[in-house]
């Protein structure tokens, strides 16, 4: 079984540009969750995605967004990005809520704000 | 604010168990722990969960005290390759995760 897929692996970008992101899921799994990872902050929740539905969402600027396809893939959106933008963002999916099940990350995006 | 605390780092000698602790005191009744960890700039890992019941994979296993108020994850023969941070999580399976800062193992050979 094919794994979390998340495109593009590394991205560079400008201050005030905005940049889109992708993640695949497990095949079945249809709930996304996407997370911010920096040195300083650690890893941070920022939103979940269940059947197209925005589930939970973590304490990110509306800056942040993103949205869930019925064929479970997930994309993720920051508009007007800052230096402090600058981070590893991981997708995870996970098969039904409830099941108790846990998540299978991806290996990241690296954004690179300049 | 994550629900666990977990001693910021660790030593083990290479082929030893590793021995994590977590301390999840205000822990609910349906609520699981769960382990994952990060291996240098890769995603995290789910390793293992559990409910009430000690539980055993094949990466390694999960011990949670009768009152659910801490637990234990064991790596039977650490090996340089466990090296990583290691997050102990608790959560329903309809919350969001939460990560804490973990703890950070280090194989020692």
């Known amino acids: 079984k094919a794994g979390v897929t998340q495109t593009p692996r590394y991205l560079i970008k400008t201050r005030g540009q905005q940049v889109t992101l992708s993640c695949s899921p497990i095949?079945?799994?249809?709930?996304v969750s996407w997370y911010q990872q920096t040195p300083g902050q650690g890893l941070q929740f920022l939103f979940e995605?269940?059947?197209?539905?925005?589930?939970n969402k973590g304490n990110f600027p509306g800056r942040f967004s993103g949205r869930q396809f019925s064929n479970s893939r997930s994309e993720m959106n920051v508009s007007t990005l800052e230096l402090g933008d600058s981070a590893l963002y991981l997708c995870?999916?996970?098969?039904?809520?409830?099941?108790?099940?846990?998540?299978?990350f991806g290996q990241g995006t690296r954004l690179t704000v300049v | 604010d994550a629900k666990t605390t977990q001693p910021p780092s660790m030593d083990c000698a290479e082929g030893r168990a590793a021995n994590l602790p977590c301390n999840h005191s205000t822990i609910s009744g349906n609520e699981y722990v769960y382990w994952y960890r990060q291996i240098h700039s890769q995603g995290p890992q789910y390793i293992i969960h559990g409910l009430k019941n000690n539980e055993t994979n094949e990466m390694a296993s999960l011990i949670i005290t009768e009152d659910r108020k801490s637990s234990t994850l064991i790596l039977p023969h650490a090996t340089l390759r466990d090296t990583a941070v290691y997050y102990c999580i608790v959560r329903t399976s309809y919350d969001k995760v939460i990560f804490g800062p973990g703890t950070s193992l280090s194989v020692i050979p």
């Open positions: 095949s079945g799994h249809r709930s």
């Open positions: 995605y269940f059947s197209e539905t925005q589930r």
């Open positions: 995870a999916s996970s098969s039904n809520p409830g099941t108790g099940q846990g998540a299978f």
